[in-house]
């Protein structure tokens, strides 16, 4: 059971925008800043947002996050087929003295 | 830029203790905690601990402590975690990330770079 709550999958056709949800409590989005990764199939994780809604340098600005209270999510705008990857949010969580994930998105570009 | 370059793949029998190393470059070691992050075939990821490399001090999960231990030499900017007492439901890929944090600590943190990933596979 993930401290964060992500829907297990998401879609969408190129082109589309689509949203990934991330719901959390007061112990760690309430009072941290979520990060984003993605993570292609057989490779490691990579930094997508940091700090709710910074982009590291070389991630376009098709993806962009939010944050407001217990709750954050992801959009990514003008899906392309290489989008296609597990999404996880990730925030600091302040009563279990630990980094928590959620149990992550799966995206489809249909 | 950094840089995390893990060891290979690790093949252990049930009971047995699995080390995993994390070559750190493109940085200042000691600038940055080290976390490790485990993923089970088909599974999310699950934080398992940090260490600080300067003074070597780690917080570590609830539920690996007593069995997850992490070191680091500073003269190889290497990090260290060892697994004791493998079962199989440690089966998994280990990475391990470097912390990015600001002035307010904990609460702005974020993980950038990842190493590669470790598979460990625990099977008779």
């Known amino acids: 059971q993930s401290a964060l709550t992500q829907p297990p999958s998401a879609s969408g056709a190129p082109g589309q925008r689509v949203t990934i949800s991330c719901s959390g409590s007061?112990?760690?989005?309430?009072?941290?800043?979520v990060n984003w990764y993605h993570q292609l199939p057989k490779t490691a994780p990579k930094l997508l947002i940091s700090?709710?809604?910074q982009r590291p340098s070389g991630v376009p600005n098709r993806f962009s996050g939010s944050k407001s209270g217990t709750s954050a999510s992801l959009a990514i705008s003008g899906l392309q087929s290489e989008d296609e990857a597990d999404y996880y949010c990730?925030?600091?969580?302040?009563?279990?003295?630990?980094?928590?994930f959620g149990g992550g998105t799966k995206l489809t570009v249909l | 830029q950094a840089l995390m370059v893990q060891s290979g793949a690790e093949v252990k029998n049930p009971g047995a203790s699995v080390k995993v190393s994390c070559k750190a470059s493109?940085?200042?070691?000691?600038?940055?905690?080290i976390h490790w992050v485990r993923q089970a075939p088909g599974q999310g990821l699950e934080w398992m601990g940090w260490?600080?490399?300067?003074?070597?001090?780690?917080i570590t999960a609830q539920k690996l402590q007593g069995r997850f231990t992490l070191t680091r030499d500073t003269s190889t900017n290497t990090a260290y975690m060892e697994l004791s007492r493998l079962r199989s439901d440690d089966t998994a890929v280990y990475y391990c990330?470097?912390?990015?944090?600001?002035?307010?600590?904990?609460?702005?943190?974020?993980?950038?770079?990842w190493g590669q990933g470790t598979l460990v596979t625990v099977s008779s």
């Open positions: 007061n112990s760690n989005i309430g009072t941290n800043s």
């Open positions: 493109g940085y200042t070691f000691t600038g940055h905690y």
């Open positions: 700090r709710n809604n």
């Open positions: 990330a470097r912390e990015v944090a600001d002035s307010t600590g904990t609460s702005g943190l974020f993980l950038d770079p």
């Open positions: 260490m600080n490399p300067t003074n070597g001090g780690t």
């Open positions: 990730s925030a600091w969580d302040d009563s279990l003295n630990a980094v928590v």
